[in-house]
Structures are given as C-alpha cells and as structure tokens.
C-alpha cells in the first residue's frame, strides 16, 4: 500500500507540476456552468433539480478524461522512462493502480467544485437529493470507466494524440451504442440489449437516483477489463524480445478468463432486479408498503399484461424496460396469485383481436421525425390489469408526463406508474367485489339499529316501509352469519329515556311527516362497528327496493376497498345563446371543472347534483361545492343535514368572483354559506390577498420591431397569484406534505373561531408569505408602469395570510332550534292537495308522495368541513393560466383536491402512492436581477475555489523547499 501511495501522490502531483490538471478543472467548471445556466436554461426550465448538469456529463468526460490520460503511458513510452518503470521494485499492478487512482482522484477534485451548484438550487427549490447523489456517484463511476479507457488506449501507442483519439474513439462507441441515436433504428428488444451495453444509458439509470447493483458493477466491469488489459500489455513490454514461455501463455489465459468473467457476472445480473437502492424522495421508483399491502390482500389470481410494440416512438422506447422493472416487482410482491406477460400484438393477429375486442385496445399512430427517417409508426404502449371478469386499460398517457423543453424536443418521463397500476388494481377489484358479498369484505362486525316508531304511529307508508325493513335485514342477516348483529328499538318506550339519549348522542329530534300532520314519529338507521358509525338515510322514493340501496351504500362506506361516491356542486351555467348552441360552441364566461372531473373520475364515482330536493344524494360519501352561489334554503339544509349524518364537505368560495376573458373583471359574490360557515366557526374576510412571492401571470406586450409592431406574451410577477410553498404548506399532514408547491387566485383571508373549534381538530393547511398584504379592491388588473416589480402598490400591514384550513369533529347545526326548510317548502302543496282531496279518488290519494324530515342538531365526530378560500380554484382557466408559464399541465390544484377526498375518506394508501410522486419541484418565482445573482455567484465560487486549490498547491510547494534548504542545511 505504500508503494501504491507513492506512484499515486508522485502521478497526482504531476497533474499540477504542468498546466494539465489547470486546463482540465478550468474546462469542466466553465463547460459545465454554460450548459446549466445557458445550454439547458436552468431558469426558463423552472425546475428545481440537477439534470441540465449532468444531461451532458458522459459527452463531456469522454473528451476531458482522454485529455487527461493521453499522457499517463505514451508520455513514459516516448520519453524511455517506461523501461525503468518495468524494472523497478515496483510491481506493474501497483504502476496501473496509482495512475489510475491519480486520474481518478482529479476527476473528483473537479466534480467537488460543482458541488455549490445542487447548494445553490437548494436555496431556489426543492431539490431532491437522492437524484443529485445518484448524478454524482454516475459521473465517478463513468469517469472511471473512461479512465480505464484512456490508460489502456495510452499505453498502446507513444503518441498522446493517436490515445486521445483511441480513447474518444472507444469511449464515444461504447455512449452511442446505448443512445436513442443508435436504439431508436431498432426495436425495443434489441434497443434494451444495447442500453444494457451502453455507458451513456447505465449513466441515466443511476442519475434517477437509483443505485442498482447492475450498472455500479456494470461500470466495475470496464474497470477491471480495461485495467487486465493495461496490465497484460505491460507484462507483454517486459517480455518483448524474449524467448515465448508458458508462463506468457499463462498470462494471456489468465487475462482472457479474467475478461470473460466480468462479462458473464454482468449476463448472471441482468435478470435480478430486486439488488438497488432508491435514493429518491418517497421512494418513487420503489413499490409502497400500500401496494404490496393490496398485492397481499388478492384473492383472485391477478393478471398484469403489458402490451409494447417492438417498433415505437423513440421518446417512449427508454421507458419500456423501466416499466418491465416495476412490473417484475409486482409479481414478487404478489406472489403466485400474480401473473405478468409482455405482449407485442404486431407479431400475432389473433392477439392483436383479443386486444382490441377484449380490451378495446388499438394502436396509436406517432409521427416521428428524425435525421434517418420520417413519417408515422403505429405502436402499442399499454398495460392491462385484470381482476376476475374485470378490466382496466391504461394508455400511454395515464403512463407517461411531457415535460415541453426551451430547445429541442420534449421531455419524456414516466409520470408515477406505480400510482397508475395500483389504483387500477383497486378499481378492478372494487368493481369485482361490488358484484359480490359485501360481508366478506367487512373486517369487523356490524350492528344496525333500527330506532323506530310503533306502527300505529308511523304514516301509512312508513308503516308498510318499516315491517318491509325487518324482512330485509333478516335477508342480510342470513348473508352475513355472525357480521351482522341487528336491534330496533322504539325511542318513545320507558317514558322517552332513549329518545332523549338520542338526542344528545347523534342530535336526532323527532320527526313529521307534513306541517298538516304534524304528529311525532321517530324512524332512523345506524350502523356501528370498528368504532364508526354511519347513519343511514331515508331514500327519496319510499320503497324497499331504494330502502336496500341505501343500506348497501352505507355498509360499503365500512367495508374497506369499495369505490367511493363524490357529489359535485357547480354554479349554474350561464344562459346559452340558441345561435352558439347550434354551432355546437359552449356559451362563454362560466365555471367549468373538466380537468378536475377527469382526475376525480379515476378514483371516485363523481354525480352531479344541485341539492335542489334538499337532500344530498343518498350514495354520497363526500359533498365537493364549487364556487356555490346564492345558495337557497332548501340547499343549504342538505349542506347541513349532510354534515350533521357525519358526512364531509369541502367548500371553494370567496366573497370575490374574477370573470376571465380577454381582461380580468372582479365581482362581488355572493355564495350563500357565509353564515353558515361561521356558524361553524369558519369566516372569510372580504379582501384579497396579494404576495410578493407570487406565480406568473401570461400578459401581452406590445414590441416595436423596426416600423413593424408585434404582440409577445411575457411572464410577469401577478400578487393575486400566491406561489406557496416550504414553511407555507403544512408539512405534518399529507394532503400539502408532498404537493411542494401550491398557487392560489384570487384568495381571501380565512379566519378560524377559536372558542368555536376548541373541541375539533384544525388543520391549518397552507398559508401566504410573512410579506403578503391585503387589499379590498376591485381592481385586479396590474400597472407595471407604475409598480414595475409587481403590478400594485403594496399597502397595510404585512403578515402570512390562512387562506385554507379542514376541521374535523362535532358541529352543530344551523337549523337546530328551527323547523325543516323541506317542510315549509311544502305548505302551499300541502294546503292545495287538502283542499281538493273530497273530490279526489282513493286510489289517487295513495300515490300522494310522503315528505319526510327534522333537523339533526348535531354530528358525530367524523364530520368535517374543508374551506379554501377562492372562488376560481381548479377551474380549466384558471389551470391554463398556470399552465402557461409551467411548460406543462399544471395539477397541483387538482392534486390537492384529490389528496383532500382521500384524507376525508380515510383512503390513506392511495394518497400516499400519489403523493409520493406529485411533489411540485418548481422554482422559487423571482426578478431578472436575482437569477443573474446567483448565476454569478456560482461562477464566482468556481473560481474561488480554483484559487483555493492553487493556494494550497503553493504552501506544498514551500514546505517542500523549506524542507530541502533543511536537508541542504543539516548536509
């Protein structure tokens, strides 16, 4: 190890003694800055990670790294030192090592000089940084391997040009062999075995932050292949001119054996994938507990079948072995209930039939274009998973995300597979065990009671509905065995000490049937078990058939698994011009929720309602209000009772609507809750919040060209857009934990009534920044020539503003005390049916439909209540605005909508799959002079420490002279 050590320090010095390690650290610091801040646009890609560095990395070092060891042998060949070497005490595997430990070890000195780099986009997002990890670990590996290289390449020839050329030569082939140049001429079977070859491709893998066993060794393998190679041609020096012996013939066996051996390990690794580590934030290319959770819980065999094309678009082609991967540990995870096949329907008819009659899946024609052929290719790039009789088929574009690029083409990614596969997993098996026994799904037995009144004073229908209900829970009963565990009690018997009790436990009061019978009668249901109760609503129509739906649907909201119901309600549209309808165009102005649906369609029953029958759909788990307006009575009270059955309800409101055309046009607005929502201790104040640190808002700007004018779309600061992130969205609850990023429009203050909610639980969810500013003004278009930095005068005090917080617990109602809207409504009907029914036939009177109602005074604790204070959240133009300035869809809002359903729900697993993907790693928004600050700041710390390096290289220097003036002096 000394003598390694010696040859090493003797070989890294030599780097210094001349201008090589100077040009070699110089060139990577400056070529490596231009490309991260100039060549990939670090800032106009708004993105807080660490690609633009090491996108170019393996072109980079094949260049530097065959400068650098140009040198390391033709230099000693050219000089005649290389025979003194030869002969030395020092064995040539020591030479090898030290030279390349010497290159190896400067490879790193200048990667560390990058490290303020990943320090710098720390500060401006967050940067996750297992990928920056991954990066830096390629890069060493790389370097390795093209040092490797460059040694072996060096010590064929005493002309450093002919090895720099050899080690570029050998260097690049082994980087094209697994570039989309090169693959993309083939298919993706012969495309993966050559990405398996390929250093440039091994170097992508790793910078996901994924450290797999197989590329680090795949890298050791060029290592050693290329050091044995070195080391043989030294040994065949030393022999030249001698008589062949058998030990030379051992050298070459030996060396031959040692090369094969690298290459069979890496074949023996290549089917086992289960040997990495994910460094990633949340492990995003790992499967999640939650997963292999379902995977265990299959009680049908599960088939996952992958269709790929051989022949694909060249952006999509990469991602087929990366899905392969994850998809081999879904069938480790599931075991033998599992079964995964990969199909290419091009190559068998009769499966490209099956396909597209059993699964309604077709080949999706890519126009492609490239520097060797053009036109159009018909490929398949789908996953079916298959769970009994059903089916789920996911496209390309429930795979993939495109990520739009300043320059050149688009950026392909896999967009979170995982959260793709698995929730198509539980949709087919919900779908399954829909059409199946509810019982079994249940994990803990269940108790109906049924408290009702005596049949003698209940209404007629009532009365046939309830002994119809004892026949139906007796059928339950006979399906359930030992789950189910029935009771019905009369809340009137023992002098009405039950009604009572019920009155205080779950705010049930006595109910009538009109104002003009207006005789008492209690009928309610519960289920109780695991520690929840549910209550089960009455149905519309009185009859057993929606009797035994509405019981279902309650027992389904305890047994875990079933897909949930979503009940949507969105201002009205606005009046259609009969012309535009005609032409089959939508009216203009208007809310519209389509992307917010589609996202919540994969994962709820979403059902439209407009609450105008008083009642929330009866199959509703959930009640979702958008933007309500002028919300009456009769719909309030279903908001209310709805609440008070332990239902969840989130709001987006605000005392503000903004009308988007071609201007923006604030309104006063009017959602009918506000009352409401204090009650409840909830109360939005009637301003609007505007932050310094805000998103961008697209405004057209007029530029002279010469005598011609042009109107250019430009980015500019909008305080009515709050960007919030880090310290402003709750880090300890999942539904903001994982967003990274939020942008509110529009916004109001929220203010939470702490005396009223000191028995609840509050979870303030994301807040504006400690320089945000209020303002009561309509106005909301932005003057920068008045205000250049931000559009508007910033006025009042400054202080982080709520603008969205979820409670969870017991309210009481709004109508406790009151009479029933549903009642009162029904007066005049009432009175004009009273009036004509002498005249009216007996068999017309039995049709007269029986209203039923009272007021729920309070709620069990699994009430809650979410309110985020903007009456434009997640609507499509407000999602395009952001989009605009995003390069891609903008989701977040959507995200958190969808995180905000799951926590309600209790749907955990699926919140934490997603969420583990969905962190937004966008940019902190600032000014032109700040970006160029620490553009600079980075070029300046470079050179700092280019200086720091050479200051330490001088105080060597002297210490050696000081100690040889000592020797001199002691001689």
């Known amino acids: 190890m000394r003598n390694l050590f010696t040859v090493f320090r003797k070989e890294f010095n030599s780097f210094f003694s001349s201008p090589a390690a100077w040009l070699f650290l110089g ?243 290549t089917p086992i994938g289960t040997l990495r580590m994910d460094l990633t934030q949340g492990h995003v290319y790992s499967l999640s507990p939650v997963t292999k959770q379902y995977m265990r819980q299959l009680q049908e065999p599960l088939l996952i079948r992958g269709y790929f094309s051989a022949k694909s678009h060249p952006l999509l082609e990469p991602l087929v072995p990366q899905i392969k991967d994850l998809l081999k540990e879904y069938q480790i995870a599931g075991g033998d209930n599992v079964r995964i096949e990969f199909i290419d329907p091009h190559t068998d008819q009769t499966l490209e039939e099956e396909a597209a009659e059993k699964y309604n899946i077709h080949p999706v024609p890519f126009r492609m274009a490239s520097r060797y052929q053009a036109g159009v290719v018909n490929s398949y790039f789908n996953i079916v998973v298959a769970y009994g009789d059903q089916y789920e088929s996911l496209s390309f574009e429930d795979l993939i995300e495109v990520k739009a690029q300043t320059t050149g083409e688009p950026e392909v990614l896999l967009n979170n597979p995982e959260y793709a596969i698995t929730r198509a997993l539980r949709k087919v098996s919900n779908a399954y065990q829909a059409g199946g026994d509810i019982f079994e799904d249940l994990q803990n037995p269940i108790t109906f009671s049924g408290y009702i009144s005596a049949d003698e004073k209940l209404p007629e229908d009532l009365a046939v509905l309830s002994r119809e209900l004892r026949k139906t829970m007796e059928g339950f009963r006979e399906k359930a065995g030992d789950k189910l565990n029935i009771e019905f009690a009369d809340p009137d018997d023992n ?55 509405s019981i279902e649907s309650a027992m389904k909201r305890m047994a875990p698994g079933y897909l949930k119901t979503v009940a949507i309600v969105t201002p009205p549209a606005p009046q259609a011009n009969p012309y535009m309808a005609q032409m089959g165009m939508a009216p203009p102005g208007g809310k519209r929720y389509t992307e917010l649906r589609k996202m919540l369609a994969e994962n709820v029953r979403v059902l439209d309602t407009d609450l105008k029958d008083g009642k929330v759909p009866a199959d509703a788990d959930l009640l979702l209000l958008l933007a309500p307006e002028d919300i009456d009575e009769k719909q309030l009270f279903a908001v209310d009772q709805f609440l008070m059955q332990g239902g969840s309800v989130m709001v987006t ?102 005396e009223k909610n000191r028995a609840r639980e509050v979870v303030k969810l994301f807040h504006s920044s400690r320089d945000s500013w209020t303002s009561k003004s309509l106005n909301i278009l932005p003057d920068y020539r008045q205000y250049p930095n931000s559009g508007f005068k910033a006025e009042g005090d400054r202080a982080p503003q709520l603008l969205g917080v979820a409670v969870k617990g017991s309210f009481t109602s709004w109508f406790s005390g009151k009479k029933s809207p549903l009642l009162d409504k029904e007066d005049g009907k009432e009175k004009e049916e009273k009036e004509v029914s002498a005249e009216t036939p007996a068999d017309s009177k039995a049709e007269s439909k029986t209203v039923v109602s009272s007021v729920i005074e309070h709620s069990s604790d699994s009430a809650g209540i979410m309110l985020i204070a903007s009456n434009t959240f997640a609507t499509d133009k407000v999602l395009a605005l952001s989009s605009q300035g995003q390069g891609h869809m903008y989701t977040q809002a959507l995200e958190f909508i969808q995180n905000g359903i799951d926590w309600f729900l209790d749907d955990q697993g699926l919140l934490s799959i997603r969420s583990r993907a969905q962190f937004a790693r966008t940019l902190i928004p600032m000014e032109q002079n700040s ?29 050696k002279q000081s100690h040889y003036k000592q020797i001199l002096a002691e001689v």
């Open 27 to 269: 060139l990577f610091l400056t070529v490596n800055l231009f490309v991260f801040f100039w060549g990939e646009a670090f800032f106009a890609r708004n993105i807080a990670d660490m690609k633009p560095l090491f996108k170019w990395m393996p072109i980079l070092l094949i260049f530097l790294v065959a400068a650098l060891t140009m040198r390391s042998w033709a230099e000693e060949r050219r000089s005649g030192t290389l025979e003194s070497l030869l002969t030395c005490p020092l064995s040539p595997f020591t030479l090898v090592m030290g030279k390349f430990l010497a290159s190896l070890a400067l490879v790193f000195l200048a990667l560390l000089l990058t490290l303020p780099m990943p320090v710098t986009v720390s500060f401006l997002g967050p940067l996750d940084i297992g990928p920056v990890i991954g990066g830096y670990a390629a890069s060493l590996f790389l370097a390795a391997a093209y040092i490797a290289i460059g040694l072996y390449m060096s010590g064929r020839s005493d002309n450093p040009i002919v090895a720099l050329i050899l080690t570029v030569a050998v260097g690049g082939l082994f980087y094209l062999l697994g570039s989309n140049t090169i693959t993309s001429l083939f298919g993706h079977h012969i495309g993966g075995f050559l990405q398996l070859i390929g250093t440039g491709s091994r170097f992508d893998s790793i910078t996901r932050g994924i450290l797999d066993v197989r590329d680090i060794y795949y890298y050791i393998s060029i290592v050693g292949i290329f050091l044995t190679l070195n080391l043989y041609s030294l040994e065949r020096i030393r022999w030249a001119g001698n008589v062949s012996r058998s030990r030379h013939k051992q050298w070459g066996w030996l060396t031959g054996l040692a090369i094969i051996n690298f290459i069979l390990v890496n074949i023996w690794l």
């Open 495 to 549: 002098d009405g000490a039950l009604g009572r009790e019920l009155q205080e436990k779950f705010g049930f009061s006595p109910q009538i049937a009109s104002l003009f019978n207006p005789k008492p009668f209690w009928f309610y249901m519960v289920l109780k078990g695991g520690g929840e109760t549910v209550q089960v609503p009455l149905p519309a129509e009185l009859n057993v058939n929606e009797l035994k739906k």
């Open 653 to 754: 409101t605000s005392p503000f609507d903004v009308e988007i055309t071609n201007t923006l046009k604030a309104t006063n607005h009017k959602s009918g809750l506000e009352s409401w929502l204090s009650h409840n201790g909830l109360n939005i104040d009637e301003s609007m919040v505007l932050d310094p640190q805000n998103a961008a808002l697209p405004v057209p700007v007029r530029r002279n060209l010469g005598p011609v004018s042009v109107q250019e779309i430009q980015m500019m600061p909008y305080p009515h857009f709050p960007d919030i992130r880090q310290d402003g969205l709750n880090k300890t609850n999942p539904m903001t934990a994982a967003l990274g990023q939020l942008t509110l429009n529009w916004a109001s203050p929220v203010k939470v009534d702490a």
């Open 931 to 959: 970006r160029l600050f620490w553009e600079y700041l980075n070029y300046a710390l470079a050179l700092l420490g280019l200086i720091f390096i050479w200051l330490w290289r001088r105080m060597q220097q002297k210490r």
